[in-house]
């Protein structure tokens, strides 16, 4: 293991001013995305609309990474290009997502456990190959009614420490994410218990695995009130609180925190973003490492139609650097009207 040069591509990825693209939909999540254009979820549309993206000119600015799903880390754009060196033109870092998924598990009702562990080296070695310069896991961690239990946690950071250590050995950044939902009713400081206690327990995990917090990127939630909580937390509180959970159990050597968007509105994920980084004083880049809140845009204005793909490539870009002033705590909602 290269230590410097995975720092090096950790350190390029929460690069100041950039974030990274989560374009890694497995095939039935895109197809939700799509049912809710009307576009049919073949494997040509779900190629056009990603190489839309790819060859935007937002890449080229604001865009580090991108996280890919398997399909597409292989295939080519309509002109035969693979679509891996669109990203790696546009000067971004291929990565891609290597968990098969959260499943039920055994004796842990209404929890899951992310598989994917067996075989991992290989299948690390081919996407290096391929150009995969970071990789991606995540463990779901829900939050109800006696969930989420320590047995749950516990297995969950574990798997996320074991994929991290494969990932390192193989020379490729880990993005580690536990993702604690905001799908409850529960309130932002029920989050703010649960998402210490998963952090805490994942950075000792990744202690005990002996992986090199240099060379890795955390994807937190932010510490947020449940989408059904009657009384959410305005974007100050959001702000405050994350930083307070972060500082009280992430290491300073870890380079950057890329959060994920988990449901949050594209406007809102960009103000929290904005708002911690205007407030500072930690000792990791933040940014964004968004899903939803970069696409939900420019999905609405393709809609499957060659016609509209400049029109959907302006909407991205527009999201992308709101997102990417954010990131320096440089953003201002006036500028959604503005533009
Ligand atoms: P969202 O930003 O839509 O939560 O997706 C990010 C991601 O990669 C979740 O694993």
Not at 23 to 40: L, P, Q, W, Y
């Amino acid at each position: 293991m290269d230590l410097q040069a995975l720092n090096k591509v950790a350190e390029a990825m929460v690069a100041p001013g950039r974030g990274i693209l989560a374009a890694d939909e497995s095939t039935g999540t895109i197809k939700k995305r799509f049912d809710a254009i009307g576009v049919e979820n073949t494997e040509d549309n779900r190629r056009d609309y990603r190489e839309l993206m790819f060859r935007s000119d937002a890449m080229k600015h604001y865009v580090s990474g991108v996280i890919l799903f398997d399909e597409t880390i292989w295939q080519n754009a309509a002109d035969g290009t693979p679509l891996v060196k669109l990203i790696t033109d546009a000067g971004s870092i291929p990565g891609i997502k290597v968990d098969k998924g959260a499943h039920p598990m055994p004796g842990f009702p209404g929890e899951t456990i992310t598989e994917g562990l067996d075989g991992l080296g290989e299948r690390l070695a081919k996407y290096y190959e391929r150009g995969a310069r970071f990789a991606k896991w995540r463990a779901v961690i829900d939050i109800a009614a006696g969930v989420p239990t320590w047995g749950a946690i516990k297995a969950n950071a574990h798997a996320l420490a074991r994929y991290a250590a494969l990932c390192q050995a193989n020379q490729i950044v880990p993005i580690v994410e536990p993702e604690v939902l905001m799908d409850g009713d529960h309130d932002i400081d029920r989050c703010d218990t649960v998402t210490r206690l998963v952090l805490k327990t994942t950075f000792q995990e990744l202690f005990e695995q002996r992986v090199a917090l240099e060379g890795m990127v955390l994807k937190p939630n932010m510490v947020i009130s449940g989408k059904k909580n009657g009384a959410r937390a305005g974007v100050q509180e959001v702000a405050e609180k994350t930083i307070a959970a972060l500082k009280a159990t992430v290491p300073a050597a870890v380079p950057g925190i890329a959060y994920l968007s988990g449901g949050q509105s594209d406007e809102e994920a960009t103000a929290h973003l904005d708002a911690m980084n205007k407030i500072g004083g930690f000792p990791w880049k933040m940014t964004y490492s968004y899903g939803r809140a970069l696409q939900a845009a420019p999905q609405k204005a393709w809609a499957g139609k060659k016609e509209n793909v400049a029109a959907a490539q302006a909407a991205f870009g527009h999201r992308a650097r709101m997102n990417g002033l954010a990131s320096k705590g440089e953003y201002d909602a006036g500028m959604e009207k503005a533009a």
